[in-house]
């Protein structure tokens, strides 16, 4: 007996039919079926292009070899938050662990959001602000960025954010991205302290901290302290990047512990699988590798950069493992022809940004052929 589809949407949560999916980076194997090529690259997902630690590797061997797979995981995720308490100094009542940083966001989202209620961030900002917001019916509020001539251009502006905020009274929830995607601009401790002392205390911000690490440390924010201060702060974080373990999908956040027993309440059981957990254990223990991975990247984003530069393209500042390139026309054409060759990277059209790519910083090796692809791609 068939179903006519109105009736299969008649029920449907008020805002759930207006959202549009979130669309990833393509993987290599659809380039591949699609073109027919062998030899596919991608820098489209903000991936750590030297993969995972070998301690990682090693300690899910052994947790495979074990036949860990046939049991349920530690749903407190115990040995993890003990290493995550230890690193960030803070009390394992105070962290909450996530199917990746995506979680953290989601559930925040779910727990402050809602019909009556708003949800704030910048312009050009992660796509999943939005699309969390409008899951729980609630109203965006979307701060203009920085304008494009702007030294920070399409950055998020805190003092924008403080004086909208002023202005109304149902915004329950704050996102902001430090370094943000798909942008790569930064925000200064000065300017994020300055903003957080003019929430009001009910109002929930979120820092998100994925891209972190990549940040010279002189510009980072450590926004650790300040949880003691602002119990209406919460940072996320993500093993999905600098760890380089973005298929288990491991993330956290740091908060007051009232508000992680809320986002706890919401969290599915054994939201975090087995191998998720020894392998974020594992890239915990290894700052070796981690250090490796930013040197690189610092390297290639400077150099990449200047050789973009070159070329009379803009680069958008930017202190995350990626670049956004624009072209002064659109980029869909460059980009289709980026594929063709072989090289995966990804359109910006989506964040109101048709003249831009976000390129992943990859090997030296992998850098180069984009180079040489785009050289390509340009004179077509």
Do not use: C
């Amino acid at each position: 007996m068939s179903t006519e589809p109105e009736s299969l949407t008649r029920n449907v949560l008020p805002g759930i039919l207006g959202i549009q999916a979130y669309s990833p980076g393509m993987p290599i194997d659809e380039l591949q079926r699609r073109l027919g090529l062998a030899d596919v690259i991608k820098l489209a997902s903000n991936e750590n292009p030297l993969g995972a630690s070998p301690r990682v590797r090693d300690a899910l061997t052994l947790s495979v070899g074990h036949g860990n797979l046939a049991l349920y995981p530690d749903g407190s995720g115990f040995r993890l938050k003990q290493k995550l308490a230890a690193y960030h100094d803070i009390e394992p009542s105070r962290i909450t662990l996530g199917n990746g940083s995506n979680d953290l966001l989601e559930f925040l989202s779910r727990i402050y959001a809602g019909p009556g209620r708003a949800v704030m961030f910048s312009d050009f900002a992660f796509a999943v602000y939005p699309l969390a917001a409008q899951a729980q019916h609630a109203q965006s509020v979307i701060v203009p960025a920085y304008p494009a001539d702007h030294a920070m251009a399409y950055g998020h502006d805190l003092e924008a954010f403080a004086r909208t905020l002023a202005g109304r009274g149902d915004v329950s929830l704050v996102f902001i991205a430090n370094p943000n995607n798909p942008t790569g601009t930064w925000i200064t401790p000065q300017q994020i302290l300055a903003f957080l002392e003019q929430v009001p205390p009910q109002v929930i911000v979120a820092l998100d901290e994925a891209y972190w690490d990549y940040q010279d440390p002189a510009l980072r924010t450590d926004a650790r302290p300040w949880l003691e201060r602002f119990p209406n702060l919460v940072i996320t974080r993500t093993f999905s990047k600098i760890y380089g373990i973005a298929s288990l999908r491991a993330g956290y956040a740091l908060s007051h512990a009232t508000v992680a027993d809320l986002l706890n309440r919401v969290r599915q059981p054994f939201n975090n699988n087995n191998l998720a957990l020894v392998a974020a254990e594992a890239a915990l223990d290894d700052q070796e590798f981690v250090r490796r991975s930013i040197q690189l990247n610092t390297a290639e984003r400077e150099r990449l950069a200047e050789s973009l530069r070159q070329r009379g393209l803009k680069v958008l500042p930017s202190q995350a493992n990626f670049l956004t390139v624009g072209f002064g026309r659109d980029a869909a054409p460059i980009h289709q022809g980026l594929l063709e060759r072989g090289v995966i990277v990804r359109p910006m059209g989506s964040y109101g940004l048709p003249q831009f790519l976000r390129v992943t910083l990859g090997t030296t090796a992998q850098n180069d052929r984009f180079l040489q692809a785009l050289d390509q791609s340009l004179s077509t």
